[in-house]
């Protein structure tokens, strides 16, 4: 077993805290990752603090994870030691179902090991996340970053990054498209960075004006305030698709209605409440509500690879690993631009 320090959350209502733990010991098929850098997501804040409901303690969160290799099972052949690697949602799956063997284990209908508040594959081992000195992951599970990329702001690709990527590769967006990015976030702002290295046509749609000048130097060709009644008629069937980033309350059917015949409204944000959908919405223009879920290993390795081609990484503000508490509650009012990312050299 190797000995771990970190920060965990230790019940729903305390703040974060020093914790320490025991990693699994390197298997054949394993290898150690030394943690340098961890983003901090908001399903973070959200699971630390019980909201969703299926919250166990004590819990280090974390699942945007990079480092360096320092030690390999006799049995790894992807990764050796001294090479960078990242580790994101999950960190392991049944292997076995249609979805793992297709590629998308994101979906696994067996069992999903996300990388905390769950359970390994032996379903008995709690995993722990990456507000941690170090982890052990299966090499199949752990992905190779780029020495072209400024580290600390790779981490956040490991959720921010493939939650977008994944839906715009999904549904072939790119040239002779035109999309709209609902919410300028951690996520909204990577999938104004992929739509335009897409080839798409992206605006940003915000309640926040202050956001017009940000979202321009992000690299959308246009802004719109979905405040402004008449900005938002005159929208009306403009878009192919919306990716929808926004986890507050917010109207779907005002989205909708900007989107053209054929056009598809994606989700990747999670408000408090279901919203409501009402058929008009949809009928009329033959548009369709989807969803999407961050991305399977293949597709978060392409995802790297097309970042470092394009040298796209995360706007982000690094912080102590005493500061955690502090971060969480500004992230809940909004106020980070576009992601905070641990200095694990802090812990």
Known sequence: MIPTKAYAAHTA???????????????????????????????????????????????????????KITQVGGKVSRHKVGDMAGVGCFVDSCRSCRSCKEGIEQYCEGHLALTYNSMEKDLVTPTQGGYSSQIVVDENYALKVSSKLDLKAVAPLLCAGITTYSPLRHWKIGTGHRLGVLGLGGLGHMGVKFGVALGAEVTVISTSTSKEADARRLGAHDFLNS????????????????????????????????????????????????????????????????????????????????????????DVEVIEMSYINEAYERMAKGDVRYRFVIDMKTL
């Open 227 to 314: 405040k402004d009644e008449a900005a938002v008629k005159k929208a009306t069937e403009r878009f192919d698709f919306i990716l929808d980033t926004v986890s507050a309350e917010h109207d779907l059917n005002q989205t909708l209605n900007m989107i053209r015949r054929d056009g598809t409204l994606i989700l990747v944000g999670v408000p408090p409440e279901a919203p409501q959908v009402h058929p008009f919405s949809l009928i009329p223009r033959r548009r369709a509500v989807a969803g999407s879920m961050i991305g399977g290993i293949k597709e978060t390795q392409e995802m790297l690879d097309f970042c470092a081609a394009n040298n796209i990484v995360s």
């Open 13 to 67: 209502t305390t703040p974060l805290a020093p914790f320490e733990f025991q990693r699994r010991s390197v298997g054949e098929h394993d290898i150690l990752i030394d943690i340098a850098y961890c983003g901090v997501c908001h399903s973070d804040l959200h699971q630390a603090r019980g909201e969703w409901g299926n919250s166990t303690f004590p819990m280090v969160p974390g699942h945007e994870i990079v480092g």
